[in-house]
C-alpha cells in the first residue's frame, strides 16, 4: 500500500524538527545534469553528480541518518539557481568540511578563492599552498572536491591551457566554464 | 559465514519498507490512525538507527516497531481491554524454531527473545522496537529465557 505524499512529507519534516536527521538530501535539476545537495547542521556538504553512490558515501563521512528533506537544502538550491541562470557570481553559504582533512582541506581554502570566469592551473596552486611540485596532489584534492561547483575545482585546468579531467567528466566542466565566460 | 551488510544510508531502508509498513498499520488500526502511527514507527526506527551493527534483519526490526505502535495506539484508545495481541515476527525458516519455542512467552518478551536471540539485533535497538529502553529490553529478554527455562525443567 503506497504512502500517501502528505504524510511521506510529515514524517520528513517530524524527523528533522527532532533533530534527528545527520545528513538532509534533495535532488535538483541543473543544466550540468541532475545534482544532490546535501547539509549537516553545519552547512552545505556535499554537491554530487552521481546521487546514488553519494548517499552512501554520505552515511559514511556523516553518520546513517541521511534523509531527503527538501526544506533543509531550499536555500542551497535557490543559490544554486541563481548561479546557473547567470544572477549570482559568489556564494554565501555556510560548509561543512570536516570530512576532508591536511593536504586536501588546505586545496579546497585556497580553491575556494578562485575567482567567477578566472581559470587558475593545479601547479599554479600548489605554489599558493607552498609546495610548488605538488600539482598532482591537488589534481587528487580537486578531483575529491565534496563541494564542487560551489567550491570551483572547474576552473583549475592544466599547465598548457587544456581541461585536463573533471570527477563529474570534461563536458560538465566545459559547460560550467561557459556559463562563466571563462570559454569562448 | 557471510559479511554483514553495511547499515544502509536511512532514506534507502525508509524507502523500501514504508509502504509495507504502512500497509500493516492500515490493516491493524484503519486508515487514520495508521498515520500517526506511521510517523511514530519511523521516528523509532530513526532513533536507534545509530545502534544497529548490521544490516541482516532492518525488515524484521521495522515491522516489529510497526506491530509494538499498533498496540499503544490501540491500548491507548481501550485501555480498559485486556490485551493479548500476538506479537508476530515475519518468518524465516532458520528462526522457525525458536519462534515455535516462544510463542507461548507474553508478547513482549517474546518480541525480545526473538529480536536478541534470532535476530541479534542490539538492545538499544530492541528497546525501540518495543518503545521502551535498552535496560528494559534487556529486563525482558532475560525474564523471557528465565520464563523458558522453568518451562523446560517443568
Known amino acids: ?184 | 559465514m557471510m559479511e554483514a551488510m553495511a547499515i544502509p544510508p536511512f532514506e534507502r531502508f525508509y524507502a523500501e519498507h514504508r509502504d509495507e509498513v504502512y500497509g500493516l498499520l492500515v490493516r491493524r488500526l484503519g486508515r487514520q490512525r495508521a498515520e500517526d502511527a506511521f510517523q511514530e514507527t519511523f521516528l523509532r526506527a530513526l532513533r536507534a538507527y545509530p545502534a544497529l551493527r548490521n544490516a541482516d534483519h532492518l525488515r524484521a526490526w521495522v515491522l516489529t516497531i510497526a506491530r509494538n505502535v499498533g498496540i499503544d495506539a490501540f491500548r491507548r484508545e481501550r485501555p480498559e481491554v485486556e490485551l493479548e495481541v500476538p506479537v508476530e515476527l515475519p518468518s524465516r525458516p532458520a528462526y522457525a524454531e525458536l519462534e515455535h519455542l516462544t510463542d507461548e512467552l507474553p508478547p513482549t518478551e517474546r518480541a525480545a527473545v526473538v529480536l536478541r536471540y534470532a535476530y541479534d539485533l542490539p538492545y538499544a535497538a530492541i528497546g525501540a522496537a518495543l518503545g521502551s529502553s535498552e535496560d528494559a529490553a534487556r529486563q525482558a529478554a532475560s525474564a523471557g529465557v528465565r520464563r523458558l527455562r522453568r518451562r523446560e525443567t517443568r
Do not use: W
Open chain 1, 1 to 184: 500500500m503506497t504512502v500517501p505524499t502528505d504524510l511521506d512529507n510529515r514524517f520528513r519534516d517530524a524527523a528533522d524538527r527532532e533533530g534527528l536527521v545527520d545528513v538532509a538530501y534533495d535532488l535538483s535539476d541543473s543544466p550540468v545534469g541532475e545534482l544532490l545537495v546535501a547539509a549537516t547542521g553545519r552547512g552545505l556538504c556535499r554537491i554530487a553528480y552521481r546521487p546514488d553512490a553519494a548517499l552512501d558515501e554520505l552515511a559514511v563521512d556523516f553518520g546513517a541518518r541521511v534523509l531527503r528533506v527538501p526544506r533543509r537544502v531550499e536555500r542551497i538550491r535557490r543559490e544554486l539557481d541563481e548561479y546557473f541562470e547567470g544572477n549570482r557570481r559568489e556564494f554565501d553559504l555556510e560548509l561543512d568540511l570536516t570530512a576532508v582533512a591536511g593536504f586536501n582541506r588546505q586545496a579546497l581554502d585556497e580553491l575556494a578563492r578562485v575567482p567567477y570566469g578566472q581559470l587558475t592551473t593545479y601547479g599554479a596552486l600548489a605554489a599558493k599552498l607552498g609546495r610548488p611540485t605538488a600539482a598532482r596532489a591537488v589534481g587528487g584534492a580537486m578531483n575529491r572536491n565534496p563541494i564542487p561547483i560551489v567550491l570551483p575545482c572547474h576552473r583549475v585546468v592544466g599547465a598548457g591551457g587544456s581541461l585536463v579531467g573533471y570527477a563529474g567528466g570534461l563536458e560538465r566542466k566545459e559547460t560550467l566554464l561557459r556559463l562563466e565566460g571563462a570559454l569562448l
